[in-house]
């Protein structure tokens, strides 16, 4: 049970990737990457890397608009990390629960 969110982490990057590339208007495409980004959120996400995690997510979501300006790579990169952000959003939603509630147990 332990390599779920090792999985479920890896298969959420390649599905945004591969989405991206792919350029169709999958309707389920955003509800299987937030389902998958859950699962990373409740179970590959640490209490000891919860800092590190909530501060790159953060980055990555300031982020990831800046992209569509450069030439010839900003279409492609802007769609993988637009479905990257919906499987992080929802890895960031948990994973700050997790963290408030910690906080809130001190």
């Not at 409740?42 to 992209?67: H, P, Q």
């Amino acid at each position: 049970m332990g390599n779920v969110g090792k999985y479920a982490f890896i298969a959420g990057l390649v599905l945004a990737v591969v989405a991206a590339f792919i350029g169709t208007s999958w309707s389920w495409l955003p509800w299987v990457l937030a389902i998958l980004g859950l699962i990373v959120g409740f179970m590959n996400v640490g209490a000891g890397e919860t800092k590190m995690f909530l501060l790159a997510a953060i980055g990555l979501l300031l982020s990831a608009n800046a992209v569509a300006s450069l030439p010839y790579v900003g279409g492609y990169l802007t769609d993988i990390l637009n479905n990257v952000v919906v499987f992080i959003a929802a890895a960031l939603l948990i994973v700050s629960l997790k963290a408030l509630f910690e906080t809130a147990k001190d």
